[in-house]
């Protein structure tokens, strides 16, 4: 009854633990029936990212086998002229990008804030971008290595210390303010010292994530791929890598087998729950949202969780 027709272990699996959980909190089983009626008919048919991922087939955010799989966005502009054409004007295909091509930093060539000890700067010169933060006593100077976001809300950066893996700014550039300021929820009220008041240290299995959503083709066979992957979200982050596709809709192929086997996912045939779901794979899923335990106002950073949530 919970979700007809679609209960996918996985889900089963966790929705029992849950239950499990509920009743070991002491809470009353017929009122967790009640809240599973309640927000069942808005989950209808949904599933969580997780478990699409786990499904046979491609999916958004998918981890690819091999390199050699895409074809590149160049190649299906030479079939598909005009949707590659509108695809690069939108800010998906922007998301992401070396910071040394981020028109927010070189447009702003001296950005500074700090309303109490720790100052921050990022200061832009001859393609380069130095992060850097003082206590008045100490400062600290990294060159900014990615810009994810075009800005239209705001613009996040992400650097790397030597001999060491990512860590993010505290501080976004936001499109209202013209500037640097901190970055929700990453504002600590008193710092340890300044590389804490600098930047938050980004987990390996948390930046796979970050590029999953913002670029293409950035997990090959399991791995974090940085020099490879295509910056920003473009057509095989929706339709899977196209090398195959590619290949047998070229005039030789159809000519010697007869027919064209597109050999693409094509997100047209998703039934209504699924094609929502499709992209809440970075916009996040009902279950997402949900199993995240995200509430509020927070949860308006996710399309298709209100969507599924609303009357419409
Ligand atoms: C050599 C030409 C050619 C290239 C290059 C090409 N396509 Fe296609 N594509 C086609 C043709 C022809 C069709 C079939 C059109 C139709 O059915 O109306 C098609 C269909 C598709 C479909 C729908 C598949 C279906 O099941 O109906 C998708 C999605 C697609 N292409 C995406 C891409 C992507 C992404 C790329 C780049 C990786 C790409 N194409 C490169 C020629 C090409
Ligand atoms: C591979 C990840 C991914 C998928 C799949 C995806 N998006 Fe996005 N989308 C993003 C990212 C990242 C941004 C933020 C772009 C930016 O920096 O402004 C975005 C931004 C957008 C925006 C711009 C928001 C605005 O206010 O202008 C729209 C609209 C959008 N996506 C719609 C969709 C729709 C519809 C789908 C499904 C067909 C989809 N997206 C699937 C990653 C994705
Ligand atoms: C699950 C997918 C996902 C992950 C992981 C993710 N993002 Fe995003 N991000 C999005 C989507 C989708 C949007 C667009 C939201 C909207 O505007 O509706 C977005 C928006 C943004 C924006 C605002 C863009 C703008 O133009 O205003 C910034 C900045 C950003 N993300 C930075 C990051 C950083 C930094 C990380 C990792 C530390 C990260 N994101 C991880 C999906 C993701
Ligand atoms: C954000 C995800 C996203 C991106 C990026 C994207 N597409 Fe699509 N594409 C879709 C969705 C969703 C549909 C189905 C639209 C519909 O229902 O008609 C689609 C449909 C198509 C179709 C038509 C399939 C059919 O049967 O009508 C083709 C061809 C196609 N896309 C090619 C491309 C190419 C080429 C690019 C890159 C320039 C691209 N797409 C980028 C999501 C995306």
């Known amino acids: ?10 889900l089963l699996k966790r929705k ?12 009353c089983f017929l009122s967790f029936l009640l809240a599973v009626s309640l927000c ?10 997780e478990d699409h991922l786990a499904e046979p087939g491609f999916w958004p955010t998918q981890d690819i086998a091999s390199r050699d799989n895409f074809a590149g966005s160049d190649a299906c502009a030479r079939c598909h002229g005009v949707k590659a054409a509108s695809q690069k004007e939108t800010p998906m295909a922007r998301a992401a990008m070396s910071a040394s091509l981020s028109d927010i930093l070189h447009t ?4 500074a804030f700090g309303p109490g000890k720790y100052k921050y700067r990022i200061e832009s010169r001859t393609g380069q971008s130095r992060y850097s933060v003082s206590d008045g006593n100490q400062s600290l100077s990294f060159p900014l290595l990615w810009a994810f976001g075009t800005g239209r809300v705001g613009q996040s950066y992400l650097f790397k210390k030597p001999n060491a893996d990512f860590f993010e700014a505290r ?11 901190f970055t929700p929820s990453r504002a600590l009220l008193s710092p340890s010292g300044i590389e804490e008041a600098m930047d938050r240290p980004v987990p390996q299995a948390e930046v796979m994530r970050c590029f999953g959503c913002h670029t293409t083709g950035s997990s090959i ?3 974090f791929d940085e ?3 295509v910056p920003g979200v473009t057509c095989e982050a929706c339709h899977g890598p196209g090398a195959g596709h590619v290949k047998s809709m070229t005039a030789e192929t159809v000519a010697s087998s007869g027919e064209a086997k597109p050999a693409i996912f094509n997100s047209a045939h998703l039934d209504p729950a699924d094609a929502v779901d499709f992209c809440g794979a970075c916009h996040g899923t009902w279950w997402d949202v949900k199993l ?12 298709p969780y209100r969507l599924i949530t609303s009357k419409c």
């Open 171 to 181: 501080i976004t550039y936001f499109e209202t303010l013209g500037t640097i300021d």
């Open 108 to 111: 702003h060539p001296l950005m």
């Open 40 to 49: 069942a008919p808005a989950a209808l048919g949904q599933l969580s990212t």
């Open 221 to 223: 066979g399991g791995h």
């Open 16 to 27: 029992a633990d849950e239950v499990f959980e509920r009743c070991l909190q002491g809470c």
């Open 292 to 303: 995240a335990g995200v509430k509020g106002v927070s949860t308006a950073r996710s399309a």
């Open 227 to 229: 020099t490879h992957l």
């Open 1 to 10: 009854m919970l979700l007809a027709g679609r209960i996918e272990p996985f």
